[in-house]
């Protein structure tokens, strides 16, 4: 079970893997895109104020891209999709908003986050509403499955932030613990929205488990190579920070790796600054030293690379066609961002 | 069309009223309560502590309540609505949980709240978790209508307090206004909670409208009273501080009614405190003598009054039996508190 990746321009450039997919889908992406301004409306006028700084600013759009590229690959014909797409970037724009309310960030995609902007308390708010506007469009819907399907991503969602809370600071979080925090924060949302794809489709269960299977090892291979990122130059010319993670304390897999294979000297180290967050400006690049020497980033990405690689296994089971390889094209997207 | 409510023991204690509810359903609401501590909980051990602290820890447990009787008295004989009691309490924690956050607040029910006591963080959280729990409990019931309604009033709610925040420190806030303030903070949960039992029972379009109109009404007459306590020596009897709107320059009934009757001088008093926050101690009781003056508590509780009559109103389709007496003795309690 195979899929070959065709060799294309996105192989020089892991960002056209991105513009394939979306001009594949976009009339479905422009459809949900209008749903999306409509339904974040509100007569409280900061409401969608706030939201559109955060959703309609854009972003790349990635999972609900992945829902309607899922459904046309499982050969649905209707326009239900993209309202579903829609309840997905929804979802995912309320956890951004909590999110950057609880680790006090003050820059999201390179501009000033919505909290730094408007205040922590409108912020925790319209998260609420777009949770709220989520379920409301889902129930328009109508399909039990899906509404099914995205509340317990929604709650799998907070169970990876809960403990990801619980584990910062901790040295002694597992590799365990890890997955665990990438699984629900980001890897399940990734599948739900890949899932519901198959779903509205009419699709056997064995195609909604392998896209299910294909957006969460997307979404694994995507956050490693996020954590990866946050200790690389490239995120510099992304326009976000260098080193947050690192800052906040947080554990992720190129630390865990580093602190697993340091000397008893690197972990009181590693103890300091992660766990005492006593922090002087010749830390982060410490960091990113013993990193180097303990091949985290290589490891990390490896890891990466074993998730995509079984992202586009689940992929073999679904026809030939432009929605399977531009959806295989993006596994490499996912994991070419690094680079 | 009017309800005539028997003089009971709940006139001379409106306390009878809640103690008479809760003894008429007392099977069900165990069961509600059984459903709560099963669904909250989660592998991840911080978000059962945190959700205890605040759901089991108790509170009067009144909406819920009240799907169960408006279910009864719509002659449901059956169990969903012990599930359905129980996701009306999740949304109303998770709203809690975010409020506390959101109004910085440090007291709940007369103990530390739990945002004082976890962080804010998991406070944020933990409230998303209880939202996606809700919308898993009622997906597993299997009602379109019921979630089409609760996620309505999710949606309500937080317009409701996003408003309030926009209204906060704003003396040229209008009644119309704080009116709508309160029917999305508050009336629009108490609505939703009883229009289910309703829909839970089969029952025609012109109950579930009653059921509605009863709910929103109630949460009216029940927030007018509240906002009237809050400037009362009763609040400090049921453990809650007095004056906490007015140190955080919320526009309500009470103040509203103060300023509009007030002479400029006394505008300029309220635009000081309430505006530009700058209070000394002397101030609150300053605040409290100028709304004798003008009778704003008591015209605050006049148009609790007038709610809580409209709401027995709404009563008059059902057929008199010990739910409906209950349901009516309830609108009492939640007026009467303010004595």
């Given at each position: 079970?195979?899929?070959?990746?065709?060799?294309?321009?996105?192989?020089?450039?892991?960002?056209?893997?991105?513009?394939?997919?979306?001009?594949?889908?976009?009339?479905?992406?422009?459809?949900?895109?209008?749903?999306?301004?409509?339904?974040?409306?509100?007569?409280?006028?900061?409401?969608?104020?706030?939201?559109?700084?955060?959703?309609?600013?854009?972003?790349?759009?990635?999972?609900?891209?992945?829902?309607l590229a899922a459904a046309r690959m499982c050969g649905y014909?209707?326009?239900?999709?993209?309202?579903?797409?829609?309840?997905?970037?929804?979802?995912?724009?309320?956890?951004?908003?909590?999110?950057?309310?609880?680790?006090?960030?003050?820059?999201?995609?390179?501009?000033?986050?919505?909290?730094?902007?408007?205040?922590?308390?409108?912020?925790?708010?319209?998260?609420?509403?777009?949770?709220?506007?989520?379920?409301?469009?889902?129930?328009?819907?109508?399909?039990?499955?899906?509404?099914?399907?995205?509340?317990?991503?929604?709650?799998?969602?907070?169970?990876?932030?809960?403990?990801?809370?619980?584990?910062?600071?901790?040295?002694?979080?597992?590799?365990?613990?890890?997955?665990?925090?990438?699984?629900?924060?980001?890897?399940?949302?990734?599948?739900?929205?890949?899932?519901?794809?198959?779903?509205?489709?009419?699709?056997?269960?064995?195609?909604?488990?392998?896209?299910?299977?294909?957006?969460?090892?997307?979404?694994?291979?995507?956050?490693?190579?996020?954590?990866?990122?946050?200790?690389?130059?490239?995120?510099?010319?992304?326009?976000?920070?260098?080193?947050?993670?690192?800052?906040?304390?947080?554990?992720?897999?190129?630390?865990?790796?580093?602190?697993?294979?340091?000397?008893?000297?690197?972990?009181?180290?590693?103890?300091?600054?992660?766990?005492?967050?006593?922090?002087?400006?010749?830390?982060?690049?410490?960091?990113?030293?013993?990193?180097?020497?303990?091949?985290?980033?290589?490891?990390?990405?490896?890891?990466?690379?074993?998730?995509?690689?079984?992202?586009?296994?689940?992929?073999?089971?679904?026809?030939?066609?432009?929605?399977?390889?531009?959806?295989?094209?993006?596994?490499?997207?996912?994991?070419?961002?690094?680079?």
């Open positions: 079970m195979s899929v070959v990746v065709t060799h294309t321009a996105s192989d020089l450039n892991p960002e056209a893997a991105l513009t394939t997919l979306t001009d594949l889908v976009r009339d479905d992406l422009e459809l949900c895109n209008r749903l999306i301004v409509e339904h974040m409306d509100s007569p409280v006028a900061l409401i969608p104020q706030l939201a559109a700084h955060i959703v309609a600013a854009g972003g790349k759009r990635l999972r609900p891209l992945l829902t014909r209707g326009k239900r999709h993209a309202a579903l797409a829609a309840c997905v970037e929804f979802l995912h724009t309320a956890t951004l908003l909590h999110d950057d309310v609880v680790d006090e960030s003050n820059l999201r995609r390179g501009q000033a986050s919505a909290n730094a902007l408007f205040g922590n308390k409108p912020s925790v708010l319209v998260g609420d509403f777009l949770f709220a506007r989520a379920f409301q469009l889902m129930v328009r819907d109508g399909s039990l499955r899906v509404l099914a399907i995205l509340s317990q991503a929604a709650a799998t969602i907070v169970e990876g932030e809960v403990l990801q809370l619980v584990t910062q600071n901790d040295t002694a979080t597992t590799e365990e613990q890890y997955l665990q925090v990438i699984a629900g924060k980001t890897a399940a949302l990734f599948a739900a929205a890949t899932e519901i794809g198959a779903v509205v489709a009419d699709r056997p269960e064995a195609e909604a488990l392998a896209l299910h299977r294909y957006g969460h090892d997307l979404g694994m291979a995507f956050q490693l190579v996020d954590d990866a990122l946050d200790y690389s130059a490239r995120q510099a010319e992304l326009g976000k920070t260098v080193g947050d993670d690192f800052r906040e304390g947080k554990i992720t897999m190129p630390v865990l790796l580093a602190y697993e294979r340091g000397t008893e000297e690197e972990r009181v180290f590693w103890r300091r600054v992660l766990e005492e967050r006593e922090q002087t400006e010749a830390d982060l690049p410490q960091a990113l030293s013993l990193m180097q020497r303990h091949r985290a980033f290589e490891d990390t990405l490896a890891r990466a690379n074993d998730y995509g690689q079984s992202a586009l296994e689940a992929l073999a089971c679904f026809p030939d066609g432009p929605e399977r390889r531009s959806l295989a094209e993006i596994v490499g997207f996912c994991i070419a961002r690094a680079r």
